[in-house]
């Protein structure tokens, strides 16, 4: 399964859109999305110019001490014993940031770099780490010029922070290393540099160490995907909503009475969800009758709100802990604010990575209930009188049986997703770094499963938009009909078999674009 946003994407500057204002204080969810995504320029509040100069101060101070201070005037990780004389110390930073800057592998998508460099700005801008305002300055220019250091797939641990992702950021500040320009064209750093009229940095003590030491990178990611998950779970409901009335379910499970004997939050949203979307719908009113036979839907139908509420309630733990780490400064050692330059842990990714993997979880079950929806609209000994696969023809047709297997083979791919990568830990650094929280590897398995969901749920919609359909002489309801509507300039209605992946695309597209809950919401209002 490919990212649909893999790195050698890019968009334009945005124009005429305001500026997000960096101050002291965190930067919103909302704002990293703008700047990741959308192109928004960033600015340097006044405050942070004063608290970045007052730490870079002591940092000055102690650089012409005898004794030693980590970072300053010491080597990293297992060698922060050795104690570096005054005339080496820019060479220490220099070589800091080129022997962490070792990914490999594939290239990381432009919007988690983006989102990487904003936060580690954000925490550059708290007057925490000591790092020269000409330096922060300069990174602020980096990423509003739509430069993005080239960053692998593979490197990060997730402890000491995301080191080799943001090593790579800081070499490309230093005139080094390869970057993509605003159009996307790869070329040495000192190239992009000097096309944006700007000069590279020359790192002083401390700078190094400011620059590397942060979970911006799986931070970012969760960001993101939180901003995802809010889209897909809405639109999640909506696929699930098509597909009861497609199957002939009842609506009456999901009563703001029965949900209140459960007082779980997202589980009364993702209900309310549901009455809206199936209330007046012709269909559901054909058999909600005495005479009707069928005494309970399956589970796929009648638990879909405390399974997609449950998620709910995961992102909504996520939010808050994503919340807290957008506050934080993290960094190793700080500049703390009585003066202190002192060291500490809070580079540790082990809370980020913890709800980046139990997202995973919950994704990898939406989506398992998505396609088990799919399956039983497509099997005639469940799907209440529809053709078998909703074929034209069942048996010179397949319909859309391998739309099935294809959300299949995905669910099957996020379960192993899910799998957590926070309780695994490789020592390094000559056991220095003897316990470390994988939280990029979270974060990289979380982005491939948001995609999965997304693909999942579009074939969901596809195939129940084609079961709607096949009820005809009776209507859909409202919220259905504009979902329908939406999908048939790229998909077409049912009828013989025809190349059926590019459907399935558009499906997908409409879904990760918010098209499918757009079109719903056009008939019920904001859904939860």
Request: proline share 5%; aromatic share 2%; with cysteine.
């Amino acid at each position: 399964m490919t990212d649909s946003t893999r790195a050698s994407s890019s968009t334009p500057p945005s124009a005429g859109a305001a500026p997000v204002v960096i101050g002291i204080g965190p930067v919103s969810a909302a704002d990293v999305v703008r700047v990741a995504r959308h192109d928004a320029r960033i600015e340097i509040a006044e405050e942070a110019r004063v608290a970045v100069a007052a730490s870079r101060t002591v940092i000055e101070a102690l650089a012409t001490d005898d004794r030693p201070h980590y970072g300053i005037s010491t080597g990293f990780g297992a060698l922060a014993t050795t104690f570096i004389d005054a005339d080496r110390r820019t060479q220490l930073q220099r070589s800091l940031v080129r022997s962490h800057a070792a990914g490999s592998g594939p290239e990381v998508e432009r919007e988690v770099v983006r989102a990487l460099m904003l936060l580690r700005i954000s925490t550059l801008l708290t007057g925490r780490t000591g790092i020269a305002p000409t330096t922060v300055e300069r990174y602020v220019d980096l990423l509003n010029a739509g430069i993005t250091p080239i960053v692998a797939e593979y490197g990060s641990l997730g402890c000491s922070g995301d080191l080799a992702p943001l090593a790579h950021c800081a070499l490309a500040l230093m005139g080094e290393g390869e970057v993509r320009d605003a159009s996307g064209a790869s070329m040495p750093a000192a190239d992009a540099l000097a096309a944006a009229g700007l000069e590279p940095v020359v790192l002083a003590e401390k700078e190094g160490l400011a620059l590397i030491n942060g979970t911006d990178g799986m931070l970012g990611m969760l960001t993101l995907a939180l901003a995802d998950l809010e889209l897909l779970l809405a639109t999640a409901d909506v696929s699930a909503a098509m597909s009861i009335e497609a199957l002939l379910g009842t609506d009456a499970v999901f009563a703001a009475d029965l949900h209140a004997l459960r007082p779980q939050a997202g589980q009364q949203d993702s209900a309310a969800n549901l009455r809206r979307l199936l209330a007046g719908s012709p269909i559901v009113a054909s058999h909600a009758h005495p005479g009707h036979t069928v005494v309970q839907d399956a589970y796929s139908l009648r638990c879909a709100p405390q399974v997609h509420g449950g998620a709910r309630d995961t992102v909504d733990h996520a939010r808050l802990v994503a919340d807290r780490e957008l506050a934080s400064a993290v960094d190793n050692p700080v500049v703390t604010v009585d003066g202190r330059v002192q060291s500490n842990g809070n580079f540790h990714g082990a809370p980020v990575a913890y709800v980046l993997d139990f997202l995973a979880i919950v994704v990898a079950d939406v989506a398992s209930m998505s396609e088990r929806r799919t399956d039983r609209l497509l099997d005639p000994h469940r799907n209440h009188g529809l053709p078998a696969f909703l074929a034209h023809d069942a048996g010179v047709d397949s319909g859309l049986m391998i739309a099935q297997y294809t959300s299949a083979g995905i669910v099957s791919t996020l379960k192993r997703l899910a799998v957590p990568a926070s309780v695994d830990s490789i020592p390094s650094s000559a056991m220095q770094e003897d316990h470390v929280s994988m939280g990029w590897s979270a974060a990289r398995k979380l982005r491939t499963a948001v995609d999965g969901l997304a693909r999942v749920v579009g074939i969901e919609v596809l195939t129940a938009a084609r079961a709607l359909e096949l009820r005809a002489p009776l209507e859909m309801g409202a919220p259905a009909r504009a979902v329908v509507d939406a999908l048939r300039p790229g998909v077409g209605g049912p009828g013989p078999d025809r190349w059926l992946a590019p459907e399935i695309d558009v499906a997908h597209a409409a879904v990760a674009s918010g098209a499918v809950r757009a079109a719903a919401e056009s008939a019920v209002g904001p859904l939860h």
